[in-house]
């Protein structure tokens, strides 16, 4: 694919998981570049090799981005052409690849993308959760502390929020959650997505917890975790909530009268009987 002229850079999406998602433009693309920089040459190595596609493969990853991209840009200047593989997916979210592009649009090259499997995007159209408006977060902080203090900067986003997040951390995430956001808000846990023992959780942030803690297969796997938004009215329905909370106590235990006023209002149970 050398030509006397600049070369291109191709974005190319791989499989999340299932082989089958791997299309047929992405795979005859990356038969016929020069150049394949992939995120981890060991992963990438055997999937490609299955599919038949000999493209020789260099590493490209958080650690040697930014030499390696100059690298890059100057090859495609001779007129190698190059593209730009992660481990799953599509390059750039949550993982290396913005430096590459950047650099190379910098230089005036062309970057063209092959699109394809994004787990973020795969997670959002099974959640039924409003995806008109969402905010990709990624990975939270690995210490608890720091994913906290996160979090807590987010518990008034109205958006959709959607996260990463690994097997060891994924239940002490969710417990997090819980105390940044409320019990009661809504969320979906997506494991496994496309792959043999996919499964998709939902309900109350709550109920995802409960369940995972009950089956330690939840534990395992790859994570999209995705939060509803605070709800714009939030404020307004809690103090309607509290009102009618007010009123049905007069004549019901505070429990029943909670219980009622959240059915009533859409308020959130918990904070009408502890507030």
């Avoid at 998981?17 to 060991?42: C, H, M, W, Y």
């Avoid at 994004?118 to 409003?130: I, Q, Y």
């Amino acid at each position: 694919m050398t030509s006397q002229t600049h070369g291109r850079l191709w974005v190319v999406a791989t499989p999340i998981g299932n082989l089958d998602d791997f299309s047929p433009r992405a795979q005859e693309t990356l038969k016929k570049v020069d150049v394949i920089a992939a995120e981890d040459t060991r992963h990438s190595g055997p999937l490609l090799a299955r599919f038949g596609i000999g493209t020789r493969l260099v590493a490209l990853h958080e650690h040697n981005e930014r030499d390696e991209a100059e690298r890059l840009v100057q090859r495609m200047r001779e007129g190698v052409d190059v593209a730009l593989i992660s481990d799953a997916g599509t390059p750039l979210i949550s993982d290396p690849g913005f430096r590459l592009v950047r650099a190379a649009r910098a230089a005036g090259l062309t970057v063209s993308v092959v699109p394809g499997p994004c787990a973020a995007v795969a997670a959002l159209s099974v959640a039924g959760l409003p995806s008109d408006r969402f905010v990709f977060e990624g990975f939270l902080p690995a210490k608890s502390g720091a994913r906290r203090e996160r979090l807590s900067t987010l518990a008034d986003e109205p958006r959709t929020l959607v996260f990463y997040e690994s097997s060891h951390r994924v239940r002490e995430c969710l417990e997090d959650m819980v105390q940044a956001f409320g019990a009661e808000r809504p969320a979906v846990l997506a494991r496994e997505l496309t792959k043999l023992f996919e499964t998709v959780l939902d309900g109350t942030l709550a109920d995802v917890v409960a369940r995972v803690a009950a089956d330690p297969n939840q534990e395992r796997g790859e994570f999209v975790l995705i939060v509803a938004g605070r709800p714009e009215d939030e404020d307004a329905r809690l103090a309607e909530g509290r009102r009618v909370f007010a009123l049905l106590r007069e004549e019901l235990p505070p429990a029943r009268a909670a219980k009622m006023a959240a059915a009533i209002t859409g308020a959130p149970r918990k904070q009408l009987y502890e507030g």
